[in-house]
């Protein structure tokens, strides 16, 4: 077997040799991962729905019911603490909290209450999106305390 003698690197993708390797295009991988990205968000978002349809069945036990107070106040909530037209970041929240939050209650809900919960979660998705004007407040609220924390730390705004 040979070696290669000289590897060359041009703008149409590496030489080495006589062979040509084609360089990726980066803009198309970026895209896939970012739409795949935002369905998985949207399928977060649905389930979420659920585990708040959940919240309210009869079945399902009180400390499950408080954690999903929580997750479905944030997920539904018009305005996130990184807002979502952010490229990455605006995500990371739907894709990091939202899930560990979800994984905790799905084991402290019985999984009949979780399938019919599923079941009037897509139907509701179907007919549109539904908004938690109380939980956009909530953000909202945060987004103005943590402005106001760092001016005074800033010393933007006098003691």
Partial sequence: ???????????????????????????????????HLTRWARRLKQETLALYLAARHPLTPWPARLIIAGLV?????PIDLIPDFIPVLGYLDDL????????????L????????????ARQRFATGKP?????GLTIIL??????????????????
């Fill in 1 to 35: 077997m040979g070696h290669l003698r000289s590897i060359r690197f041009h703008s149409g993708g590496i030489t080495a040799a006589a062979l040509t390797f084609p360089r990726p295009k980066a803009t198309h991988l970026s895209m896939t991962v970012l739409s």
């Fill in 109 to 120: 809900i019985p999984p009949a209450v979780m399938e019919e919960c599923r079941e009037s």
């Fill in 96 to 107: 990091i909290l939202l899930p560990l939050g979800i994984a905790l209650v799905l084991r």
């Fill in 73 to 77: 106040a944030y997920a539904l909530s």
């Fill in 142 to 159: 945060i987004w103005l305390a943590a402005l106001w924390w760092f001016a005074r730390w800033a010393e933007l705004i006098p003691s």
């Fill in 131 to 135: 908004v938690s004007r109380t939980a």
